[in-house]
């Protein structure tokens, strides 16, 4: 059935939570409250926009709020962003192995599509899976099982990296090899959610122990 790799996005490939963490503090600063990067981390990083708006500005159109967020956001990602270290060689290695690669995030579809085109990836991936576009995005294991269902592998043939505590707990629950980024959670936070490892980032010399799961013989 062959081997994947599943990558979530923001977080992921790219660094993208400090802008979100400015769109998000503009937002509140227009309606006269303020907030810093840490309730940025603690309330929303790794949510879903429509599940958490109505608790963050209550009263106020969910969705047209998320539209705008997002809007802002795109507007401060320009083309040339840096992907995660390490990402390019990976993706490389990749596809010199023959493994399916695929992102799975519940960014808006336009949302994702930008980032990947942003960071210069957007032609390396083939399957792009939507949380949105899923019975239930993360954190259930849904966008997970999904990719894989496209890329025709199995659970246990597949490595899932992750950022967030919410998006670990989906790729886990996926039954994926799960493994942690630290852009914004440390190894403690990510292993409670269900890493099975972490990376700093795909530099980290632990993702060569990751990968030993692709290229070593099974034990008999």
């Not at 579809?109 to 991936?125: P, T």
């Not at 890329?151 to 799960?178: H, K, N, Q, T």
Request: proline content about 7%; aromatic content about 8%.
């Amino acid at each position: 059935m062959g081997k994947a790799l599943l990558f979530d996005l923001d977080g992921t490939l790219l660094h993208s939570d400090p802008l979100h963490v400015q769109v998000f503090i503009e937002m509140f600063e227009e309606r006269g409250r303020v907030i810093d990067e840490a309730f940025y981390f603690e309330k929303i990083h790794g949510t879903h926009n429509l599940e958490t708006f109505p608790h963050l500005f209550p009263g106020e159109d969910a969705v047209a709020l998320s539209d705008q967020k997002e809007t802002r956001f795109r507007e401060r990602l320009d083309d040339g962003h840096p992907p995660m270290p390490g990402v390019t060689a990976l993706l490389d290695r990749a596809e010199a192995s023959g493994w399916k690669v695929a992102v799975v995030t519940n960014a808006p579809r336009v949302n994702a599509e930008h980032m990947l085109s942003a960071i210069g990836l957007k032609d390396r991936f083939t399957v792009l899976v939507i949380g949105d576009e899923c019975p239930r995005a993360k954190p259930a294991p849904d966008p997970y099982l999904e990719a894989m269902k496209q890329l025709g592998v199995a659970p246990g043939d597949s490595i899932a990296f992750e950022d967030s505590p919410s998006g670990m707990i989906a790729a886990a629950a996926s039954g994926a090899y799960a493994v942690g980024i630290r852009s914004s959670a440390d190894d403690a936070t990510l292993r409670a959610a269900g890493a099975a490892a972490t990376l700093e980032d795909y530099t980290d010399p632990a993702l060569r122990d990751v990968l030993k799961r692709f290229t070593e013989e099974p034990a008999q």
